[in-house]
C-alpha cells in the first residue's frame, strides 16, 4: 500500500480557497499522496485505522473500514486504491476489481493500478481482459522504478498467450472388418447424401461447457506463487514455485520468477540451478539467460557469465543491457579489450534517458580501462604521461 503523503496544517481563511485548488490539482497530478483535505474527519479516521489495519494484514476489517471512507467520499482516489490493493492480498478480486476501475476512472493518467487490475483478471479467469490491460499496463509504464513490476507483467502475458495443451480426443477402436463364411462381397456403397445441417446443441447452463474455460492448473499454481511472494511469505512461495515446475516445466516466465525470487534473497547458486534446469527444457526463452548471465558474474563465475550473456545477445542484439554485464564479466577476467568494446557497444545502443546512472558508470569504467580516468597532475614544464591502453 503506497505511504499517504504529509498532513500540513490548514491554511490561513484568506487563503483557504487558493489552497483548496492547490489540493485539488495535487490530488490529480501526485501519484502517491492522498490530499486528505478534501476528506471528511470522519473518513480521514477510517482510512488512517484501515491503513493500520492492513499494515497489520487484518485485511477483512480493513477492507470494512475501506468501505465507509469510499462510501462517505466517493471521489476520494486513495481510499479506492487501497481497497483494490488490499481485497487483492486477501484473494479477493471481485472486490478488488470495481475498487481498480473505480481508482482508474479518477485518475487515468496512472499507470499502477493497470498492474493490479490485470492479475485480478487474470486470477478471476477472464484471460482477453487481463491481456489487454496487462500490456496496457508495459505499454504506458516509464516509471524507472517499476522495472520488477513490468517484468512480472510481461511473464504473465507470455503465460496467458501460452497455448494450454489441448485435451485429449476419445477415439473409439473398432473392430478389423471380416467376411463371414460363405458371404458376398458387398456392392459398392454409393456416395452419402450430404448432411443437413443442424443447430448446435446448447448445454444447459450446469455443464462444463457452458462455463468459460477453466485456468491450467500450473497457472493458477503460477498465480498462487506470486500472491505468496508479494504477501512477503518467501519459502511458501519457493515451495509453489517449484510446485509449478513439476506440474507445467515449460512454463517459463514461472521458472524465471522462481530464480529472480531466489536471487533477492541472496540464494544465487541455487537460482544458478533453477536457470540451468529451465534452459534445458527451452533454451530460446531470453529472460533466463540474462538472469543466469546476470547472476553467474554476481556469484564469481565470469568465464560462464560471458557464455550466458554471449547467447542472450544472440536471441536479442539490439537490447543495450547485456553488453554492460558483458563489459563487467570481461573486466573480472582481466580482459580488458573485449571489455572496452562491450561498453563501446553498450553506449552505443543506450538511449534510455532511465538507464543515465548505467551510461555514467560505463563510461567511468570505460575511461579507467583506457587509463583516462582523471587527467593526471604533472608539474610545470614537464609533459603528461601517454594514456594507457
Not at 17 to 35: K, N, Y
Not at 333 to 361: D, H, M, N, Q
Not at 366 to 381: E, F, K, W, Y
Amino acid at each position: 500500500m503506497r505511504q499517504p503523503g504529509r498532513i500540513h496544517r490548514s491554511p490561513p481563511p484568506l487563503l483557504a480557497t487558493f489552497c483548496a485548488l492547490c489540493a485539488a490539482f495535487a490530488l490529480l497530478a501526485g501519484r502517491a499522496a492522498p490530499a486528505r483535505a478534501q476528506a471528511s474527519p470522519q473518513a480521514r479516521a477510517a482510512f488512517a485505522e484501515a491503513q493500520a489495519l492492513s499494515a497489520a494484514k487484518r485485511h477483512a476489517e480493513a477492507i470494512q473500514r475501506l468501505k465507509t471512507v469510499t462510501a462517505l467520499e466517493p471521489a476520494f482516489a486513495p481510499a479506492w486504491f487501497a481497497l483494490a490493493s488490499t481485497a487483492r492480498r486477501a484473494g479477493d478480486c471481485a472486490q478488488a476489481i470495481p475498487a481498480y476501475r473505480r481508482y482508474t476512472e479518477l485518475r487515468p493518467q496512472e499507470t499502477e493500478p493497470l498492474y493490479g487490475l490485470g492479475l485480478c483478471l487474470r486470477d478471476s479467469g477472464d484471460r482477453a481482459a487481463a491481456l489487454a490491460t496487462l500490456k496496457r499496463y508495459v505499454a504506458l509504464e516509464r516509471s524507472p522504478n517499476a522495472g520488477r513490476w513490468v517484468e512480472n507483467a510481461r511473464a504473465a502475458i507470455a503465460a496467458l498467450e501460452s497455448p494450454a495443451p489441448a485435451p485429449p480426443q476419445p477415439t473409439t477402436i473398432l473392430p478389423p472388418m471380416t467376411t463371414l463364411p460363405g458371404a458376398t462381397t458387398p456392392p459398392a456403397m454409393s456416395a452419402p447424401a450430404a448432411a443437413v445441417a443442424r443447430p448446435a446443441p446448447v448445454p444447459p447452463p450446469d455443464t462444463p461447457a457452458a462455463r468459460p474455460a477453466a485456468v491450467s492448473p500450473a497457472a493458477a499454481l503460477y498465480a498462487d506463487a506470486q500472491r505468496l511472494r508479494d504477501a512477503g511469505l518467501i519459502e511458501e512461495a519457493l515451495n509453489k514455485f517449484r510446485r509449478v515446475a513439476e506440474v507445467d516445466p515449460d512454463l517459463m516466465p514461472a521458472r524465471a520468477a522462481w530464480g529472480e525470487l531466489l536471487i533477492k534473497i541472496r540464494r544465487d547458486e541455487e537460482a544458478i540451478t533453477v536457470f540451468r534446469a529451465a534452459l534445458q527444457r527451452n533454451q530460446h526463452y531470453p529472460l533466463i539467460w540474462y538472469e543466469l548471465a546476470f547472476t553467474l558474474r554476481e556469484a564469481g563465475h565470469p568465464a560462464d557469465a560471458v557464455d550466458a550473456y554471449q547467447r542472450y545477445i544472440q536471441l536479442r542484439p539490439n537490447d543495450p543491457d547485456p553488453h554492460y554485464g558483458l563489459a563487467k564479466a570481461y573486466k573480472q577476467l582481466g580482459r580488458t579489450a573485449e571489455a572496452e568494446r562491450s561498453y563501446e557497444t553498450y553506449l552505443a545502443l543506450e538511449k534510455r534517458p532511465s538507464e543515465a546512472r548505467f551510461v555514467t558508470s560505463a563510461q567511468a569504467d570505460l575511461a579507467a580501462l583506457r587509463g583516462s580516468s582523471a587527467p593526471a597532475l604533472v608539474p610545470a614544464g614537464t609533459t603528461s604521461p601517454p594514456p594507457r591502453h
